[in-house]
């Protein structure tokens, strides 16, 4: 067969196509097609098209007008002035511009939707309606407009005629190649209006804002957890009935989703594609970049109904509402207290087991959490970003900004141990306490402290 040329399957290239009986065959594969024009679509696989390459001025057709397959590529000589999308014929730009101009004069009685054309209204309502009068005759599924089954056929044919030149990588529509093409501009001209959040896809808003409105509506009948969209719910199903088809070839762990086992194997590889713009950290996940980057936005999604506090992480909140209900699960085997969290656990454990594996080097001094080196390596940087709101006095710790403001209200200072200041015991009677904060001694009394201070 010669470059470039397609073949009619039959021998008889003038005969016509049959509308009943046998499918279209494949003369190279013997792949069999239900329709003429998706035959002579998928030859394109055996004439170098399948590929994507050269087909970026290629138009399809059908029927009569399927003798011309292949046209040069058009300019698009026609600029719209209001928003410059180009257009190639002056037909084209005429009805892209009543967009600008013309009123939306038509409305849907289900939802208030205003459309500008009749024809717009009745595509719409099938949203509502559920009907779907175009059928694929190749796989049975059905959509409710036209462009949708066209754009469907693409996949039985393994066409994909729009290319991205940043990467290669090619696809069936050119609505999916633009959506892909911001994953190399990195543009996100889509913002939440609630939190300020921008994204690159209205669908990923869209998305985004069922956060905030709490809108889960799919629940699965066996653990009531709810999902924003049906494909979370069906997901989730396959971990109750234990499916698990996708398998590492490293270490033969087995993954619910094709995307879980991609994830997993980064810790293979060590591979880690996903940088934060803002400090050029990497990530192996992506997901795990979008929590991070958290710490640059300040957002806080998580919102706790019964008071009212936000979270940026959806384990903070869950830790947080036990502080509602009183709930501490979590107990020690040393002295039997409870705590609300694992973590809380852990921290408490050091305790008994003296540990301090973090070193100060300024002046050697060792403590048992990051958090306390890092509040006691501000003694020797001077940083105190705790200032009180009625005399301005700053101070480098919370705590003791907490026990200045008593002083202006009056109240005796009296923690809870546990809840509050775990590690005020350690700190307590120290040079640095008493400068800051006047602290000369902290009586212990059950489970409360009370702090004398001068």
């Given at each position: 067969?010669?470059p470039?040329?397609?073949?009619?399957?039959h021998?008889?290239?003038?005969?016509?196509?049959?509308?009943?009986?046998s499918p279209h065959e494949c003369?190279?594969?013997?792949k069999?097609?239900?329709?003429w024009s998706?035959l002579?679509?998928h030859?394109?696989?055996h004439?170098?098209?399948?590929s994507?390459e050269g087909l970026e001025?290629?138009?399809f057709f059908?029927?009569?007008?399927?003798?011309?397959?292949r046209s040069?590529p058009?300019?698009?000589p026609?600029k719209?002035?209001e928003?410059?999308?180009c257009?190639?014929?002056?037909?084209?730009?005429?009805k892209?511009?009543?967009?600008?101009?013309?009123e939306?004069?038509?409305?849907?009685?289900?939802?208030g939707?205003?459309?500008?054309g009749?024809?717009?209204?009745?595509?719409?309502e099938m949203i509502?309606?559920?009907?779907?009068?175009?059928?694929?005759?190749?796989?049975?599924k059905?959509?409710?407009?036209?462009?949708g089954?066209?754009?469907?056929k693409?996949?039985h044919?393994?066409i994909?005629?729009?290319?991205c030149?940043?990467?290669g990588?090619?696809?069936t529509?050119?609505s999916?190649?633009?959506?892909h093409?911001k994953?190399?501009?990195?543009?996100k001209?889509e913002?939440?209006l609630e939190c300020g959040?921008?994204?690159?896809y209205?669908?990923?808003?869209?998305?985004h804002?069922?956060?905030?409105?709490?809108?889960?509506?799919y629940e699965c009948p066996?653990?009531?957890?709810r999902?924003?969209?049906?494909?979370?719910?069906?997901?989730?199903?396959?971990r109750?009935?234990?499916?698990?088809?996708y398998?590492?070839g490293?270490c033969g762990k087995?993954f619910?989703?094709?995307?879980?086992l991609?994830?997993?194997?980064r810790?293979?590889?060590g591979?880690?594609?996903?940088k934060?713009g803002e400090c050029g950290?990497f990530f192996?996940?992506?997901?795990?970049?979008g929590r991070?980057q958290?710490v640059?936005?300040g957002?806080k999604p998580?919102?706790?109904?019964?008071?009212?506090k936000s979270?940026p992480?959806?384990?903070?909140?869950l830790?947080?509402?036990?502080?509602h209900t009183?709930?501490?699960?979590y107990?020690c085997n040393?002295?039997?207290?409870?705590?609300?969290?694992?973590s809380a656990?852990?921290s408490?454990l050091k305790?008994?087991t003296?540990?301090?594996n973090?070193?100060c080097?300024?002046?050697?001094?060792?403590?048992?959490?990051?958090s306390?080196?890092?509040?006691h390596s501000?003694?020797?940087?001077?940083?105190?970003?705790?200032?009180?709101?009625?005399c301005?006095k700053?101070?480098?710790?919370?705590?003791?900004l907490?026990?200045?403001q008593?002083i202006h209200?009056g109240e005796?200072?009296?923690?809870n141990?546990e809840n509050?200041f775990?590690n005020?015991?350690?700190?307590?009677?120290t040079?640095?306490?008493?400068?800051?904060t006047?602290i000369?001694?902290v009586?212990?009394v059950?489970?409360?402290f009370?702090?004398n201070q001068n």
């Amino acid at each position: 067969m010669e470059p470039g040329k397609l073949l009619d399957p039959h021998s008889d290239t003038s005969s016509t196509p049959k509308k009943h009986g046998s499918p279209h065959e494949c003369s190279e594969c013997g792949k069999s097609f239900a329709g003429w024009s998706l035959l002579l679509t998928h030859r394109k696989v055996h004439v170098g098209s399948g590929s994507s390459e050269g087909l970026e001025g290629e138009k399809f057709f059908s029927g009569k007008d399927a003798k011309g397959l292949r046209s040069p590529p058009r300019l698009k000589p026609y600029k719209c002035d209001e928003c410059h999308l180009c257009f190639g014929q002056m037909l084209h730009l005429l009805k892209h511009q009543k967009i600008h101009t013309t009123e939306k004069l038509y409305q849907c009685l289900e939802c208030g939707k205003f459309f500008r054309g009749k024809a717009q209204l009745r595509i719409h309502e099938m949203i509502h309606t559920g009907e779907k009068p175009y059928k694929c005759w190749e796989c049975g599924k059905s959509f409710s407009q036209k462009s949708g089954l066209w754009s469907h056929k693409k996949v039985h044919t393994g066409i994909k005629p729009y290319k991205c030149f940043e990467c290669g990588n090619c696809f069936t529509r050119s609505s999916s190649l633009q959506c892909h093409w911001k994953t190399h501009t990195g543009e996100k001209n889509e913002k939440c209006l609630e939190c300020g959040k921008h994204f690159s896809y209205k669908s990923s808003l869209m998305r985004h804002q069922k956060r905030h409105t709490g809108e889960r509506p799919y629940e699965c009948p066996e653990c009531e957890k709810r999902f924003i969209y049906s494909h979370e719910l069906q997901r989730h199903q396959k971990r109750h009935k234990g499916e698990k088809p996708y398998q590492c070839g490293e270490c033969g762990k087995s993954f619910v989703t094709p995307r879980e086992l991609q994830d997993h194997k980064r810790t293979h590889t060590g591979e880690k594609p996903f940088k934060c713009g803002e400090c050029g950290k990497f990530f192996s996940q992506k997901h795990h970049l979008g929590r991070h980057q958290r710490v640059h936005t300040g957002e806080k999604p998580y919102r706790c109904v019964e008071c009212g506090k936000s979270f940026p992480y959806k384990e903070n909140l869950l830790t947080h509402h036990k502080t509602h209900t009183g709930e501490k699960p979590y107990q020690c085997n040393e002295c039997g207290s409870f705590y609300i969290s694992i973590s809380a656990l852990r921290s408490h454990l050091k305790i008994h087991t003296r540990e301090k594996n973090h070193k100060c080097l300024d002046c050697g001094r060792a403590f048992a959490h990051s958090s306390s080196l890092r509040v006691h390596s501000r003694i020797h940087t001077g940083e105190k970003p705790h200032k009180c709101s009625e005399c301005d006095k700053c101070f480098s710790r919370k705590d003791s900004l907490v026990m200045h403001q008593r002083i202006h209200t009056g109240e005796k200072n009296v923690w809870n141990v546990e809840n509050i200041f775990p590690n005020l015991q350690q700190f307590a009677g120290t040079p640095e306490i008493t400068q800051e904060t006047g602290i000369t001694s902290v009586q212990c009394v059950g489970n409360l402290f009370i702090v004398n201070q001068n």
